[in-house]
């Protein structure tokens, strides 16, 4: 099991900046960490993605916007919000794949960012 503990969630005016973290028990056997996101009436989507080799993908509604990263150090993920819209509006749930005996996914709690006009 892998524990993923999340902060920096919100309300921020349209243009605002916002971090989000993810604190994760552990790195071990992890090939990807990841920033899904969901709004009322709409599928869960991935926002970014970092894998363990340090290669970033992005959704193209959030590229040169947000930026990912990690501090293996700290087994953390972050999500730097940039430039807010309205629309990037929702719950934010952090995710981690784990490779062991094949591939599990993990979820944090989420955290709701709000964006206003």
């Known amino acids: 099991q892998v524990q993923l503990v999340e902060s920096g969630g919100g309300l921020v005016q349209a243009g605002g900046s916002l971090r989000l973290s993810c604190a994760a028990s552990?790195?071990?056997?992890?090939?990807?960490m990841s920033w899904y996101r969901q709004s009322p009436g709409s599928q869960r989507e991935l926002v970014a993605a970092?894998?363990?080799?340090?290669?970033?993908n992005y959704a193209d509604s959030v590229k040169g916007r947000f930026t990912i990263s990690r501090d293996n150090a700290k087994n953390t993920v972050y999500l730097q919000m940039n430039s807010l819209k309205p629309e990037d509006t929702g719950v934010y749930y952090c995710?981690?794949?784990?490779?062991?005996?094949?591939?599990?996914?993990?979820w944090g709690q989420g955290t709701q960012v709000t964006v206003s006009s």
């Open positions: 552990s790195f071990f056997k992890i090939t990807v």
């Open positions: 995710n981690a794949r784990r490779y062991v005996a094949g591939e599990n996914m993990y």
């Open positions: 970092i894998a363990s080799g340090g290669t970033t």
